[in-house]
């Protein structure tokens, strides 16, 4: 909330500047929208065939890894083999509207909160998995797009070591453009933050050799889900 006041206040300043009032109108809102409905788009790559099979493709380019399961309850069954065959924690935090499915069926601890880290370092008490939704998946990058929230906080994709994403199929739109477009279209403004993932955290500074996990996850993880009703 604090965070969410001083940025109110940093905009009512800006807008005082160009003498504005503090809040957006409805006017300027739809002087936004009319620009965005007239203002030509530029070229879009078509995306061949299936979406979600594009989406795929180009994100385990990016590095990260895919499954594919046919309902939401089937999830907690391929995150399990997915940390099993990683040797990783089977404990992690969720995103509120994953926390009712069946985890502990498949033997997942999870808890719906932010994630923390361990002052110390100590890896056996830091969150070391975050599961979370996503907006939307964009096909033409392999990215995802996160937008904050309440219950859609950015940093289980981000703090902890490895990511794992619950995308639907119905979910998963051409490129950015559209992303916006669905943006605006059910959520009417941007949230706090828009925060867009393509694959494991990574940097060149050092010498030009690629480095995972250098700001963020060394893993991201992506479980395509057919059906969106468990």
Same mark, same amino acid.
Not at 12 to 29: F, H, L, N
Not at 145 to 152: I, V
Not at 174 to 183: H, I, Y
């Given at each position: ?55 795929? =493709?180009?994100?385990? !380019? ?7 399961? &046919?309902? #939401?309850?089937?999830? +907690?069954? *391929?995150? %399990?083999?997915? =940390?099993?065959?990683? !040797? ?7 995103? &509120?509207? #994953?926390?009712?499915? +069946?985890? *502990?069926? %498949? ?124």
């Amino acid at each position: 909330m604090e965070t969410n006041d001083a940025r109110d206040r940093i905009f009512a300043r800006i807008r005082a500047a160009q003498g504005r009032g503090a809040k957006v109108t409805d006017g300027e809102r739809q002087a936004v929208a009319d620009y965005l409905e007239r203002h030509p788009q530029g070229p879009q790559p078509a995306i061949d065939g299936d979406l979600a099979e594009a989406f795929s =493709l180009q994100a385990q !380019k990016m590095a990260s890894t895919v499954d594919r399961v &046919a309902t #939401l309850a089937d999830v +907690p069954g *391929a995150v %399990s083999r997915y =940390l099993d065959g990683l !040797k990783l924690v089977r404990r992690a935090v969720v995103w &509120a509207a #994953l926390e009712n499915l +069946p985890w *502990a069926e %498949s033997g997942l601890t999870v808890e719906c909160r932010p994630p923390l880290r361990d002052p110390q370092g100590d890896r056996d008490h830091g969150d070391l998995v975050g599961i979370t939704g996503c907006f939307v998946a964009i096909a033409e990058t392999g990215s995802l797009m996160l937008l904050s929230g309440p219950d859609t906080f950015a940093s289980a994709a981000l703090l902890p070591e490895t990511h794992i994403a619950v995308v639907p199929v119905s979910r998963i739109v051409p490129n950015l453009e559209a992303a916006f477009a669905r943006m605006r279209a059910e959520h009417g403004q941007l949230p706090r933050a828009t925060n867009i993932i393509s694959g494991p955290s990574r940097t060149g500074d050092i010498e030009q050799t690629i480095v995972l996990g250098a700001h963020g996850p060394y893993r991201v993880h992506v479980v395509l889900v057919e059906q969106d009703a468990v």
